[in-house]
């Protein structure tokens, strides 16, 4: 069989949580099956570029971000593909069929796999199963610490937060016995269910038995702890608190709904911690399926390079909690995300 096409591979998302699809030409290679929009990259040219090109080409849009989602080899008795498959986030103009192929915007549940060509599959199951749709939107996650902020001014702030938009807060006390912990934890939700906002309880998935919260967020011993047992089906959000690619890989295995990467930047919280840097940051990111928010000394500026590595969303601590004006810190966040 002749060498391996590659192939870029365009898993076009709209605001709503539904994929672009078009239809193969009846003459071409799997015509007439459905399929996410690309096509072979040509000699010379990067995966950015040959996604840029196909999606101008055949749909009339510019691609504005995008990130490298995984790779899908798949051997067809007449052809070897590798599908380069990546998430465009952001676009503009209007897709339409330059070559006369017919469009649909469908939800992944609407995704027939029988009806696209048999690489595709693992595309499907995977966007069936993306957590990220499970994710609060915006995707900034506010880790509050109690320690952070000076005596009293704890819930105002998370108040001030949740006004300027914060939708998604983890509440992390190490400095609290149990009891001190349960006992915020109901003020917190309280605040929460006030503004519509998940919140996520730092400990042992049993402190969900005492406070009704909507997740667990599980540090990096609790999830070496589980030792790769899945979580199984789980109504609340789950997310793990990873350093590097094994605990990455090992919040995969567990099934959580999204996982920390840090540190990414040098941080105040943790002076003369090794980092990751963003080139490190976006090359785990690349090895895992499951959506990751980049923390640690980040500021509004860093965001679309982060996005643009991959990142699902941002996890920030003392830039909002410290921030003379959190509720301006979070809006300048929101305003780096949109
Ligand atoms: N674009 C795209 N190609 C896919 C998908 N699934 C899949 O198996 N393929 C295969 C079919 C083809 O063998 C190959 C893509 O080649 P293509 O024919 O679309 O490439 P192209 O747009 O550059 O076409 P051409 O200029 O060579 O006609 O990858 C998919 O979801 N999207």
């Not at 003459?27 to 690309?38: S, V």
């Not at 008795?77 to 209007?94: M, S, T, Y």
Request: glycine share 8%; hydrophobic share 45%; net charge negative.
């Amino acid at each position: 069989m002749s060498s391996v096409v590659q192939v870029a591979v365009g898993v076009i998302l709209g605001a709503d949580g539904r994929v672009l699809v078009s239809r193969r030409h009846q003459d071409a290679h799997q015509g007439g099956l459905w399929e996410f929009p690309g096509g072979k990259i040509e000699p010379g040219e990067s995966l950015e570029q040959a996604l840029a090109r196909e999606l101008a080409e055949e749909l009339g849009i510019e691609v504005l971000a995008a990130s490298f989602w995984f790779t899908q080899t798949f051997a067809y008795p007449d052809k070897q593909v590798a599908l380069q498959i990546c998430k465009v986030h952001q676009f503009r103009g209007e897709p339409c069929g330059l070559e006369g192929q017919p469009l649909r915007w469908l939800h992944p549940d609407e995704l027939d796999p029988q009806s696209f060509p048999a690489a595709n599959r693992p595309i499907i199951e995977a966007l069936q199963n993306m957590p990220s749709t499970k994710l609060p939107s915006p995707p900034l996650y506010l880790i509050a610490d109690p320690a952070r902020c000076p005596a009293g001014c704890f819930l105002p702030t998370l108040e001030q937060a949740l006004s300027a938009g914060v939708r998604w807060i983890q509440l992390r006390a190490k400095a609290l016995d149990q009891a001190a912990y349960l006992a915020l934890a109901r003020e917190v939700l309280v605040l929460t269910r006030a503004h519509e906002a998940k919140l996520l309880l730092n400990g042992a998935p049993t402190l969900l038995e005492e406070v009704p919260a909507d997740g667990i967020q599980l540090s990096a011993s609790r999830l070496a702890a589980l030792q790769g047992k899945v979580l199984g089906p789980h109504t609340g959000l789950w997310g793990a608190s990873c350093h590097d690619l094994a605990e990455l890989q090992a919040a995969e295995a567990a099934g959580v709904d999204f996982a920390l990467l840090s540190p990414v930047y040098p941080t105040a919280s943790h002076p003369g911690a090794p980092t990751l840097g963003l080139d490190r940051f976006a090359a785990l990111v690349r090895q895992t399926r499951v959506p990751v928010l980049a923390l640690g000394g980040l500021s509004p500026d860093r965001v679309p390079e982060l996005m643009k590595a991959g990142a699902a969303g941002i996890a920030v601590l003392g830039g909002i909690l410290e921030a003379d004006d959190p509720g301006q810190a979070v809006a300048a966040y929101l305003a780096a995300l949109a």
